[in-house]
T-cell receptor, first 112, second 114 residues
Framework: AQSVTQLGSHVSVSEGALVLLRCNYS??????LFWYVQYPNQGLQLLLK??????LVKGINGFEAEFKKSETSFHLTKPSAHMSDAAEYFC??????????FGRGTSLIVHP | DAGVTQSPTHLIKTRGQQVTLRCSPK?????VSWYQQALGQGPQFIFQ???????QRGNFPDRFSGHQFPNYSSELNVNALLLGDSALYLC?????????????FGPGTRLLVL
């Protein structure tokens, strides 16, 4: 069985501030972990993913995430928020069965 | 290079009707997955098609069925529509079925059941 918990349905930051979106997962097998972004009325776009190897993963648009097995976490960060980062963010996990499980999403609000 | 395309973009049906949604994968991709995204929720996996066969299925009833054609395009069919089937239906394409591959999502079909 696998599951994803995204802490905080809404996160509000000022432009230029650090972005931190939290994701905790459970998986009975070594996980594949993903972060996606969804803009209004659009599909999902992959920001980054962890499969194996280096635990600090860099993605597009300045985002990065660190896989911490001991904490079962895969938090998403960006040093400096931009207005264009305002969107819905989804964390997802897939394990041996492949069937991916998505979190409920975190809405990122960026204030000028 | 066209990405994943879906049709129609919007659809309104009444309870008990049947609906067919269509998806064309990104060029070079052979695997298509379908997801249901209810309002305010994350996507839920419906099923995945590879080599014209259903390879994986999520927790959805048999009212949800699909098909993949030799050109890798796919259809999602939903019979006996319920109000609760109202959602955004997303198609995603990829190469392979290991679980770690990158999926490319289409813009979705928004279905409203009245």
């Amino acid at each position: 069985a696998q599951s994803v918990t995204q802490l905080g349905s809404h996160v509000s930051v000022s432009e230029g501030a650090l972005v931190l979106l939290r994701c905790n997962y459970s998986s009975s097998v070594p996980p594949y972990l993903f972060w996606y972004v969804q803009y209004p009325n659009q599909g999902l776009q992959l920001l980054l993913k962890y499969t194996t190897g280096a635990t600090l993963v860099k993605g597009i648009n300045g985002f990065e995430a660190e896989f911490k097995k001991s904490e079962t976490s895969f938090h998403l960060t960006k040093p400096s928020a931009h207005m264009s980062d305002a969107a819905e963010y989804f964390c997802a996990v897939s394990g041996g069965s492949y069937i991916p499980t998505f979190g409920r999403g975190t809405s990122l609000i960026v204030h000028p | 290079d066209a990405g994943v395309t879906q049709s129609p973009t919007h659809l309104i049906k009444t309870r008990g009707q049947q609906v067919t949604l269509r998806c064309s994968p990104k060029s070079g991709h052979d695997t298509v997955s379908w997801y249901q995204q209810a309002l305010g929720q994350g996507p839920q996996f419906i099923f995945q098609y590879y080599e014209e066969e259903e390879r994986q299925r999520g927790n959805f009833p048999d009212r949800f069925s699909g098909h993949q054609f030799p050109n890798y395009s796919s259809e999602l069919n939903v019979n006996a529509l319920l109000l609760g089937d109202s959602a955004l239906y997303l198609c995603a394409s990829s190469t392979g079925t290991s679980g770690g591959e990158t999926q490319y999502f289409g813009p979705g079909t928004r279905l409203l059941v009245l």
